[in-house]
C-alpha cells in the first residue's frame, strides 16, 4: 500500500499553503526596513527566515531549507544574482523558489534573474497584494514539485525509497566519501528462498510479506543520513553514510535478527522466513554495490539466514 498521504487539495484558495504545514520563506535584503515590510505580509501565516546578506542567506538555505525565498539584488558581497546562481547549482538547494525583488527594473535585469532561475521577479516599492498572490502561486506550484519528487523516489508497494533515490544518493554519497575520506557502507539484503513463499502462499501473501520486511529492515537504521531502499524485486539496499565495515555488518546482523524475529512462518523450509545479506565498505564508492553483491552471493552459499562480507 502507498505510504504517501496525498493532500486532499493543493492550495489554490487563500492560504499559503498545503493543510499541515506552514511553509517556510527566507527574506533576504540588505536594507532591514526592506525585510521588515515583507515580513509584515507574511508573519501571520509563514514561517519566517531573515538574511542582510548572501553569505548568510546561503547558510539559511542549507541549515533550514525555506521553500522559497524572496530575494533582493543588490547587497554588498554576494549580490541576488549570485546567491540565486549558487542555489540553482546545488542538487540539495536547487528546490528552493526564488522571487527576486529589486528596485531595478529594466526588461535586461528581469530577464538576467529570469534566466538563472528566478521563478518570479518583483518590482520596488511593492503591493503588499500582489506579493501575496505571487508567493501563493510558487508555494503552490513548489508543493506540487515537492509531491512528485517524492512520489517518484518512492517504492510504490513498500513505501521505502526506490532504487532511483538509492543511485541518486549513492552518486552523492560516494563523492562526499572521497573528497572527505570518510568511510560509506553499503548493505545488500535478499529474503531467502521467497520464489517459494510466493509460490505457495501467493503474490498478496509475498507482497505483504515484502512490506513487513521493509519496515522491519527500516526499524533498524539509527541515523537520518542512512537510507534504505527497494533494489528490486525481493532485494533491498543500505546507504550507510560515515559508517566503516564493523558498524555496516552490526546493522546488517540486526536486520538478521530482526526478520528473523517477525516469525513469518515460511511454507517449504520449515522455519521463519529469514534474509541474507551483504556488506562491503571503503571510502571509494565505485565497486560497493559490486562487493556487497558477492558477499551476498558467499551468504547464500554458506546456507542463507546471515550476513557475509
Ligand atoms: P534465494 O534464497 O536464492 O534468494 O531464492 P529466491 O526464491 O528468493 O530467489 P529468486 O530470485 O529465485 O526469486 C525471487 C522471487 O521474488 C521471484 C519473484 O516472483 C518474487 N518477487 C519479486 N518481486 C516481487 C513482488 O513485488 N511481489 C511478490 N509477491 N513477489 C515478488
Ligand atoms: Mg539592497
Ligand atoms: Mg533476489
Ligand atoms: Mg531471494
Not at 486532499?8 to 532591514?32: K, Y
Not at 525585510?35 to 538574511?51: G, N, P, S, T
Not at 508555494?139 to 526506490?162: I, P, S, Y
Request: hydrophobic content about 45%; glycine content about 8%; proline content about 5%.
Amino acid at each position: 500500500m502507498m505510504q504517501i498521504a496525498l493532500p486532499e487539495h493543493l492550495p489554490l484558495t487563500p492560504g499559503l499553503a498545503p493543510p499541515g504545514r506552514r511553509p517556510r520563506l527566507l527574506i533576504v535584503d540588505d536594507q532591514p526596513v526592506n525585510i521588515q515590510a515583507l515580513h509584515r505580509v507574511f508573519a501571520a501565516d509563514c514561517q519566517v527566515l531573515m538574511a542582510t546578506d548572501g553569505q548568510r542567506a546561503l547558510q539559511l538555505c542549507r541549515e533550514r531549507q525555506p521553500d522559497l525565498v524572496l530575494l533582493d539584488v543588490q547587497m554588498p558581497g554576494m549580490d541576488g544574482h549570485q546567491l540565486c546562481a549558487e542555489l540553482k547549482s546545488d542538487p540539495l538547494l536547487r528546490s528552493i523558489a526564488v522571487i527576486f525583488v529589486t528596485s531595478q527594473d529594466h526588461p535586461d535585469d528581469e530577464t538576467r534573474a529570469l534566466d538563472a532561475g528566478a521563478a518570479d521577479f518583483i518590482t520596488k516599492p511593492f503591493n503588499p497584494t500582489v506579493v501575496r498572490a505571487r508567493v501563493r502561486t510558487q508555494l503552490t506550484l513548489k508543493a506540487q514539485a515537492d509531491l512528485l519528487r517524492e512520489l517518484a523516489f518512492v517504492d510504490g508497494l513498500t513505501g521505502v525509497h526506490n532504487r532511483r533515490h538509492f543511485d541518486e544518493r549513492f552518486q552523492a554519497e560516494s563523492r562526499r566519501a572521497q573528497r572527505t575520506r570518510a568511510q560509506l557502507a553499503v548493505v545488500l539484503a535478499d529474503v531467502d528462498h521467497f520464489k517459494h513463499y510466493n509460490d505457495a502462499l501467493g503474490h498478496m501473501a509475498g507482497d505483504d510479506c515484502l512490506r513487513r520486511v521493509a519496515a522491519a529492515l527500516k526499524a533498524c537504521l539509527r541515523r537520518p543520513t542512512d537510507l534504505l531502499a527497494r533494489y528490486g524485486g525481493e532485494e533491498f539496499v543500505c546507504l550507510l553514510p560515515d559508517t566503516d565495515l564493523a558498524g555496516a555488518i552490526g546493522v546488517a546482523q540486526l536486520m538478521e535478527d530482526t526478520v528473523r524475529a517477525l516469525s513469518l512462518a515460511h511454507p517449504t523450509t520449515g522455519g521463519s522466513l529469514t534474509i541474507s545479506l551483504g556488506v562491503a565498505a571503503g571510502s571509494q564508492g565505485q565497486g560497493l554495490v559490486e562487493m556487497a553483491d558477492k558477499a551476498l552471493y558467499l551468504a547464500k552459499a554458506a546456507g542463507r539466514g546471515r550476513v557475509s562480507w
